[in-house]
Structure formats: structure tokens, C-alpha cells
């Protein structure tokens, strides 16, 4: 599953125009999960009043300049406290040494955030907060759910276009084209359901 959603975050972000390098071309024995995916450059940042969320939309990556992205492909689980807490091993790549090399690769000037791109947090909000609290306080410098990836990826994708450059966004295409994938509608007028007698 690792390896769909490694194409999924890379196209969110070359959609979003950034350039993105693959920081390991291959799997170490030992890898497992914990290592940094990719590093992400925006060579035209957009500029905005404040600082980023810690929690990022579509919207706010357009400004991220340059940034470690670690993938937590775990679509099944909610990155609630209770998960958060009892997987120590989620964050064990922030004391590799190849995490520490990575932060080095851009170079001179200001350090590039650190990513974490997650499947998704609790609805409760409290329990929410909880959740990005305990990232923050590892050390991690925004966070991105799938959800967002992947709604803005099908986004973009235009019926008027042809990806064939991209299986992807070729495989969405083609969905959209024969009317599996519908744009999000709102639903102010949803109708309700019959009650049964």
C-alpha cells in the first residue's frame, strides 16, 4: 500500500508545482516504516499573512517553501491519543541518522519543515487537539491528512485533459470520464429518508 500512496502524496504535490525527489531510491532491510519519503521544494512560494497552520489545507502547502514529507500510509486507523501514544514507533525516524542527514540536503539557509502526511485524526475536537498537540510536541512541523491529498488531487484532474504521463491521474481520468468520480455537491437539500412503517 506504501507504494500507491507515495504516487498519491508526489502527485499532490507536482500538481501544487513543487519539485519533489525521492530521498531513497531503495528499501533498506531494516527500513520498515520510519524513514523520510520525499523532499519537497516550492521554487515560488506564495506568500501569506501569519504562519502556517500546524494542520495544513490544500491552500496553505501552496506555501510551504521546502520540506521533509514522511508518508503514515495506516488508512485503516484514526491518529488518535490512545494510537498516538502506544506506537512509539510512528516517530522513530526524527532519531535516525538519516533523518538528521536529510535536514542538510537543502543546504544553507532556513531548515525545511518536517511533513507528516496521515490517514486521518479523530472528529471529536478535543480529542483532536490532543492528537496534534503530542505531533507537535515530537518534534514535526505540520501535518496533512489524505483526505486533503486526495481531494485535491481529484480536483485537478480536468475531463478536458489527457494524464497519460501519469497512471494516476490517467486511472482518475478515466473514472471521471465515465461518471464513477462526481464533483463534491453540497447536500442543503438532501432528501430525507422514507420512515418505515
Known amino acids: 500500500m506504501a507504494g500507491i500512496s ?15 525527489r525521492q530521498y531513497r531510491k531503495y528499501v533498506a532491510a531494516t527500513r520498515g516504516d520510519d524513514e523520510v519519503d520525499f523532499l519537497v521544494l516550492n521554487p515560488a512560494p506564495a506568500t501569506g499573512n501569519g504562519s502556517l497552520p500546524f494542520l495544513l489545507e490544500s491552500g ?12 503514515k ?10 494510537v498516538l501514544t502506544s506506537t512509539p514507533e510512528l516517530f522513530r525516524f526524527l532519531e535516525k541518522k538519516s533523518f538528521q542527514q536529510a535536514l542538510t540536503a537543502f543546504g544553507e539557509g532556513r531548515p525545511p519543515l518536517k511533513i507528516m502526511v496521515i490517514p486521518s485524526l479523530p472528529h471529536d475536537a478535543q ?26 488531487v ?11 504521463k501519469s497512471d ?7 473514472l471521471k470520464q465515465y461518471g ?7 447536500e442543503l437539500f438532501k ?7
Open 180 to 186: 464513477l468520480l462526481r464533483e463534491p455537491q453540497l
Open 73 to 82: 500510509a495506516w488508512h485503516t486507523e484514526t491518529f488518535g491519543p490512545g
Open 154 to 164: 481529484l480536483n485537478q484532474v480536468e475531463a478536458s485533459r489527457n494524464y497519460q
Open 168 to 174: 494516476l491521474l490517467q486511472t482518475l481520468w478515466i
Open 60 to 71: 496553505d502547502v501552496k506555501r510551504v517553501e521546502r520540506a521533509l514529507v514522511v508518508i
Open 6 to 20: 507515495e504516487t498519491i502524496v508526489r502527485e499532490f504535490f507536482e500538481l501544487n508545482e513543487f519539485v519533489v
Open 191 to 197: 432528501p430525507k429518508k422514507a420512515r418505515q412503517k
Open 127 to 152: 480529542l483532536r487537539e490532543k492528537s496534534l498537540e503530542f505531533i507537535r510536541s515530537k518534534g514535526i512541523d505540520a501535518v496533512i491528512s489524505f483526505r486533503t491529498i486526495l481531494a485535491e
